[in-house]
Structure formats: C-alpha cells, structure tokens
C-alpha cells in the first residue's frame, strides 16, 4: 500500500526543508518515492536541486485550451489520455525518487471538469510508489478541491513560536471541517533551540497536538541555503538530519 504523507505550514517555518530532508532520507532508504510540490510557490524543485521543471498547471491549461477549441478534425479525442500523457511528460526522474510539480493556481473560466480527470489520474499514479510526500500549501487548498483524496499523514510544520503552535490548531480545526481523508495529524517544530524547548512541549501538550519531532535550528540549513546547495547533500550527521532519522521511525517506517 502507497503511503501519503503530505506536508503544510505557514510561510517562514521551513515546511519545504522539512519536506526535501524527508524526501532525502526515505529515498535513501530504498523507498520508491515520489515528491509532490502542491504549493503555488514551488519552492520544492530548487530545494532539492531540480531545475527547470514544468507543472501540472501547465497541462491543466494545454487541456483547458484544447477542450474550448471547435474540432472537427478530431471531435472524439481523448481527453484523459491527453491529460495523463502530459502529466507522465512533466514528471521528473531524479536520482532515488521522481518529482512532480503542481504549478499555480488555475486562470479564468470552470476547471472542474478538467480537475475530475486530474483527480482519476493522480489515484492512480499515486498507486505507483512506496512513498508520496507533498509539499502542501498552508490553505490545503488542493485537499479542499481533493485533487489529491486520501492523506495518511498531515504533518503541520511550525517555526517555535506560541502564535505559530496556533496556527498549527487552526489547521487541525480547519481539515475537521473539510470533511476529507486525512487519516492522522502531526506536528514538527522547526528552529527549536534548548532555550525554548521546554516550553514548546508543553504548549503542544495544553493544546494536544500530536509533536512528533523537534528539529533543532542548524546552522548547516543556513550555510547550505545562502550558498545554493541543495538540502539533498546536506550531511547524514547534521542536527536536523539526525531528527529527521527519529521523526520517521515515529511515523512507523
């Protein structure tokens, strides 16, 4: 069975570094991963040192254009074949995983039915891996629309901060009232230092969120972030890398 994990936080709080040190470990680890960037900013590929990459919201468009087209040439064309065949193109194939970005938000005019399709093709794609990690917008805007339906892992990315932890409630309250299928809801602090750590356990505990995980703030994130290196090369016994090995054992891998 395909495990899903998807991946949120308000901005600032390193959501797509804790995404990409995910993403490095279990494909290290021999999982056959795919790497989903759901959020708008697409900040995911150049984390992970992918360049250059095409979305899904380009297909989305192609097809969007090609179904408002009068064709009398082809009048029975395949639209699910032409979408699926333009999201296996936009696919990228990197060294332990593949990646998959879902671009920007659509443009003008009704998508829904171009959005059913998409739905039909990510079930199914999905079903093709061991693992899928999604770097996820903070308004779970793509579960709310269920491009992406079943979710065994919300992991809300917090910096460590009180108004931060409370965003992550709101979160929580936010997928109980979507109604959607997300099976059980983590949290990570993120930039936690001894100072405050202390005190970040017990406010996830007064307001019971489920803290899985504490990454330290490492100065390795930093000095590899200015510098343009990839979180893929960051070093196995670099803080953060080292709570990440912890977090995912918790998550029962």
Same mark, same amino acid.
């Given at each position: 069975?395909?495990?899903?994990?998807?991946?949120?936080?308000?901005?600032?709080?390193?959501?797509?570094?804790?995404?990409?040190?995910?993403?490095?470990?279990?494909?290290?680890?021999?999982?056959?991963?795919?790497?989903?960037?759901?959020?708008?900013?697409?900040?995911?590929?150049?984390?992970?040192?992918?360049?250059?990459?095409?979305?899904?919201?380009?297909?989305?468009?192609?097809?969007?254009?090609?179904?408002?087209?009068?064709?009398?040439?082809?009048?029975?064309?395949?639209?699910?074949?032409?979408?699926?065949?333009?999201?296996?193109?936009?696919?990228?194939?990197?060294?332990?995983?593949?990646?998959?970005?879902?671009?920007?938000?659509?443009?003008?005019?009704?998508?829904?039915?171009?959005?059913?399709?998409?739905?039909?093709? @990510? $079930?199914?794609?999905?079903?093709?891996?061991?693992?899928?990690?999604? =770097?996820?917008? *903070?308004?779970? +805007?793509?579960? /709310?629309?269920?491009?992406?339906?079943?979710?065994?892992?919300?992991?809300?990315?917090?910096?460590?901060?009180?108004?931060?932890?409370?965003?992550?409630?709101?979160?929580?309250?936010?997928?109980?009232?979507?109604?959607?299928?997300?099976?059980?809801?983590?949290?990570?602090?993120?930039?936690?230092?001894?100072?405050?750590?202390?005190?970040?356990?017990?406010?996830?505990?007064?307001?019971?969120?489920?803290?899985?995980?504490?990454?330290?703030?490492?100065?390795?994130?930093?000095? @590899? $972030?200015?510098?343009?290196?990839?979180?893929?090369?960051?070093?196995? =016994?670099?803080? *953060?890398?080292? +709570?990440?090995? /912890?977090?995912?054992?918790?998550?029962?891998?």
């Amino acid at each position: 069975m395909t495990r899903v994990i998807a991946i949120t936080g308000k901005g600032g709080t390193g959501k797509t570094a804790v995404a990409a040190l995910l993403i490095r470990y279990l494909s290290k680890k021999g999982k056959f991963l795919l790497a989903i960037d759901a959020d708008a900013d697409t900040n995911l590929p150049e984390t992970l040192g992918c360049e250059d990459v095409k979305s899904v919201g380009d297909a989305k468009e192609y097809l969007q254009a090609e179904i408002t087209k009068p064709r009398p040439d082809n009048p029975d064309m395949n639209k699910e074949s032409v979408l699926k065949s333009k999201v296996y193109e936009i696919i990228e194939e990197m060294p332990g995983y593949d990646l998959l970005v879902m671009g920007r938000p659509e443009g003008s005019g009704c998508y829904c039915y171009v959005n059913n399709l998409l739905r039909g093709i @990510m $079930d199914k794609l999905i079903m093709n891996y061991d693992v899928v990690i999604i =770097d996820a917008e *903070a308004g779970l +805007e793509h579960f /709310s629309r269920k491009i992406i339906r079943d979710i065994d892992d919300l992991i809300v990315v917090t910096d460590a901060s009180r108004r931060g932890f409370r965003t992550a409630e709101r979160i929580r309250e936010l997928v109980d009232e979507l109604d959607s299928n997300i099976g059980r809801i983590h949290v990570i602090a993120n930039k936690v230092t001894d100072a405050n750590q202390e005190e970040l356990i017990k406010l996830a505990e007064d307001l019971k969120l489920n803290m899985i995980g504490m990454i330290p703030l490492d100065p390795k994130i930093e000095e @590899m $972030d200015i510098k343009g290196i990839p979180l893929f090369e960051i070093p196995d =016994d670099s803080i *953060a890398a080292v +709570e990440i090995e /912890s977090i995912v054992k918790k998550l029962g891998f």
